[in-house]
């Protein structure tokens, strides 16, 4: 879940259990705020978690808010699914370049095992203009999932 950190003026992202999928009990936060000058320096908000394909680990694609208040995805990493650690500092997937429909920012990671040895990246953006909201999705390279290429002819637009 995500809260906001009254203390250090953040979005955190934290952890609650459930042993019926009914009643949840939070365990408290388990990722903070960046550190200064990082991708999600502002906190973190949306996130997706997938069992890694390679590893005995779980990988965290989130979204983070920077300095300037654009916002990313990074990836944590985790052995246990409680105690998280970034896995590279600069993100794994930002905005496209000026012009293009998702050149503001990028949101709402949903990252799906093909089982090919590959992934795809699902995300919400929006671009500069009116209207440009949508669907993205991008393409790991099947050697490393820091790694995205976006597929260009897939866009699902919003509604006005």
């Not at 949306?46 to 808010?65: A, H, N």
């Not at 050149?103 to 090919?116: A, E, K, Q, R, T």
């Amino acid at each position: 879940y995500n809260s906001w950190d009254k203390a250090d003026g953040g979005l955190t992202v934290g952890l609650a259990t459930s042993t019926d999928g009914f009643a949840w009990k939070k365990a408290g936060q388990v990722i903070g705020k960046g550190e200064p000058g990082s991708f999600n320096e502002k906190g973190s908000g949306r996130r997706f978690v997938i069992d890694d394909p390679k590893e005995d680990q779980y990988l965290m694609y989130l979204e983070g808010i920077d300095a300037n208040n654009k916002h990313t995805i990074g990836l944590y990493k985790s052995r246990n699914g409680l105690e998280w650690e970034l896995a590279q500092d600069e993100p794994v997937f930002g905005p496209g370049p000026e012009g293009s429909w998702d050149s503001d920012f990028v949101s709402s990671p949903c990252v799906i095992n093909m089982g090919d040895g590959t992934c795809r990246l699902y995300y919400h953006s929006y671009g500069k203009e009116p209207g440009t909201s949508g669907i993205g999705c991008a393409e790991s390279d099947g050697d490393d999932w820091t790694k995205f290429k976006r597929v260009s002819k897939l866009r699902l637009k919003s509604w006005p």
